[in-house]
């Protein structure tokens, strides 16, 4: 497969190219995955489906794929027409499992040198740190960041980094080699086989039948998800809508409800940056004079808008909403008689729309509410530190 250059001025890359995350590449064409894996028994098998096309089909994806845990989430039912995914930790965690096997298959000279990772809201790092188990890793926690933290060990170093100090984070940006953030996109490739695995199960479990209609409900604020979404909707799975769940901010609401992004959030903006630009660069038709221009009105304007065919493009599969305490209030009894799993926002939310739809509906938790958290005093990022 080839990989464009968003911005159009660095030409293509190959799939090694591009592995290692450094560069803002997208595919060349999406490619499309055949519906019928999602009946397929065989994990390893349906992973190579969705991973395959993006690697090349390389003969060493053999040795990656069928070592991949499937223990990645857990399916619950509600009703006869909604269910959740629990994810084991984090909903990241067969991203960073994709990237742990990638990585020490084709760049094990890169794993040797320390791991950085980016705490990005909810996605604390533990998915992260659980995929490398053994390499030696730092998790960076931005200032302000009110989730909890993995526990520190010793090959896991977890720091606090102030994210406006633009000398620290050139200097990490020269040190890190490997990328297994929102830049890296295997990470998309691995959400959408994430989505595929509870499309299975919900099979497997008799929650729904080979094509009845489905519709997903996905966390939204950080646009991996929704990006992978979009992904996955060039193929022909009975997905009716992708219901992209804000909570954190408005930024991504407003845009798929309106076509318009504003920045009012800029350590937010920096966290869904690179995904906001290659669902641009899909939905415009691969347009990279479309991306670089309504990356220059962001710059000049701190907004921008899109033209009607991109709006329409993204609108045609995409339904938006922000979740409000409201929201959730008006159903957490409910939920509460229908299941024993802790309830959290985003499964009351999705629950909510299922009251309204006739289709199956599954919800997408990025964690589990009932695993514990720690907020410990952190130790700051200093230089020194990036080694």
């Known amino acids: 497969m080839r990989y464009l250059s968003i911005y159009g001025a660095e030409g293509f890359r190959t799939f090694l190219g591009v592995l ?60 006869d027409k909604c269910s959740v995914w629990r994810p084991t930790n984090h909903l990241s965690l067969l991203s960073e499992l994709l990237l742990a096997g990638l990585f020490e298959t084709f760049l094990p000279e890169e794993m040797s040198k320390n791991l950085y990772f980016l705490a990005n809201g909810e996605d604390t790092g533990s998915a992260f740190q659980q995929a490398f188990s053994l390499e030696n890793k730092n998790i960076l926690v931005p200032l302000g960041n009110s989730y909890g933290t993995p526990l520190e060990t010793s090959n896991t170093n977890i720091f606090s980094i102030d994210m406006t100090d633009g000398m620290l984070k050139e200097t990490l940006l020269k040190q890190q080699t490997l990328y297994c953030d929102h830049k890296n996109i295997f990470r998309i490739v691995g959400h959408m086989a994430t989505m595929i695995e509870a ?32 992904y996955l909707l ?54 990279a004079d479309k991306v670089v221009f309504w990356k220059k009105e962001l710059a000049q304007n701190g907004s921008f808008k899109v033209d009607s065919k991109t709006l329409q493009s993204i609108q045609s599969k995409f339904k938006s909403q922000f979740a409000t305490k409201l929201h959730c209030d008006s159903v957490r009894e409910e939920f509460k008689q229908k299941t024993d799993i802790q309830e959290s926002k985003f499964s009351l939310m999705g629950y909510k729309l299922s009251q309204e739809l006739s289709e199956h509906v599954l919800i997408f938790d990025a964690v589990d509410p009932s695993l514990p958290t720690q907020n410990p005093n952190l130790k700051p990022l200093k230089k020194s530190d990036i080694v």
Do not use: C, W
Not at 61 to 77: A, E, M, Y
């Open 20 to 79: 290692n995350g450094k560069l803002a590449y997208t595919p060349d064409k999406i490619p499309t995955i055949d519906p019928e894996i999602v009946m397929e028994r065989d994990y390893a098998l349906r992973l190579q489906e969705v991973v395959g096309p993006y690697a090349d089909q390389h003969p060493k994806l053999k040795d990656v794929l069928p070592v991949i845990s499937k223990n990645i989430g857990t399916l619950h039912s509600i009703t």
């Open 234 to 287: 060039k193929s022909k799975f009975p997905i009716k809508n992708i219901y992209a769940i804000s909570t954190e901010h408005r930024m991504v609401h407003n845009f798929i409800d309106k076509g318009e992004f504003k920045i009012n959030d800029h350590a937010a903006y920096e966290s869904l940056e690179i995904s906001l630009d290659r669902m641009l660069f899909e939905a415009s038709r691969g347009s």
């Open 199 to 230: 499309l299975h199960a919900t099979e497997e479990k008799r929650q729904r039948f080979y094509n009845d209609i489905v519709s997903l409900v996905i966390p939204a604020d950080n646009m991996e998800y929704v990006l992978a979404a979009y």
